[in-house]
């Protein structure tokens, strides 16, 4: 069984542009987060979708979005991309939304540096 | 809201030696929590999860946690470290706003060093 996979793995944008990426969960997963992790802030929480809503969201700009469409994949957006938006993002899958203690599984990451 | 705090964010043990790493939890509610792993350049690996139950949690590579009501603890531990296991560690709780939800709250982090 595939785990989370994320595309692309690494990649290098300049200050301004926008980038998206890409997650598919865990086949049957119907949850998909998204989390930010830098060496200063740490690991934070960006947004959860589930059957393509938007269910929770954290504490980041609105320059941070995403979707999730029929087949479950989600993708996220950063647009005016700044230096501080350089770190790395995981996508997670669970397979509810309903039950607080699910297994949550992370896929490798999406390594953004910004210049 | 649910916080997580991580003491000591190195710790180093020689192999064969006992690994604890020391995670303390903030809920209002009564807590999920989880440990994971993250190996350089790689993302999160679960190593064990309390839900409900037994308080003793045993995970994979030979790691347990105990949950501790008391102490608002989640201490994880291992009789004898391996090399392998020089890592970076996270504990986290479940936050769940509106009562559902997959949010997690992760501490700093510690990493693992294990000397030969």
């Known amino acids: 069984k595939a785990g989370v996979t994320q595309t692309p793995r690494y990649l290098i944008k300049t200050r301004g542009q926008q980038v998206t990426l890409s997650c598919s969960p865990i086949s049957g997963h119907r949850s998909v987060s998204w989390y930010q992790q830098t060496p200063g802030q740490g690991l934070q929480f960006l947004f959860e979708?589930?059957?393509?809503?938007?269910?929770n969201k954290g504490n980041f700009p609105g320059r941070f979005s995403g979707r999730q469409f029929s087949n479950s994949r989600s993708e996220m957006n950063v647009s005016t991309l700044e230096l501080g938006d350089s770190a790395l993002y995981l996508c997670?899958?669970?397979?509810?939304?309903?039950?607080?203690?699910?297994?949550?599984?992370f896929g490798e990451g999406s390594w953004l540096t910004v210049v | 809201a649910q916080s997580v705090t991580q003491l000591g964010s190195h710790v180093s043990v020689s192999e064969g030696a006992l690994v604890l790493l020391r995670c303390n939890y903030s809920s209002s509610v009564p807590p999920y929590l989880f440990w994971y792993v993250q190996y350089p350049n790689q993302g999160l690996q679960l190593l064990l999860k309390?839900?409900?139950?037994?308080?003793l949690v045993k995970g994979i590579n030979g790691f347990e946690a105990e949950f501790k009501k008391s102490e608002t603890s989640f201490h994880l531990t291992k009789p004898s470290a391996h090399m392998s296991d020089a890592a970076e560690y996270f504990c986290?709780?479940?936050?769940?706003?509106?009562?559902?939800?997959?949010?997690?709250?992760f501490g700093a982090g510690t990493i693992l060093r294990v000397k030969s």
């Open positions: 986290a709780v479940s936050d769940f706003p509106g009562g559902y939800g997959n949010k997690l709250v």
């Open positions: 997670a899958s669970s397979l509810s939304q309903g039950l607080p203690g699910n297994t949550i599984y």
């Open positions: 309390y839900t409900t139950g037994a308080t």
């Open positions: 979708y589930f059957s393509e809503t938007q269910r």
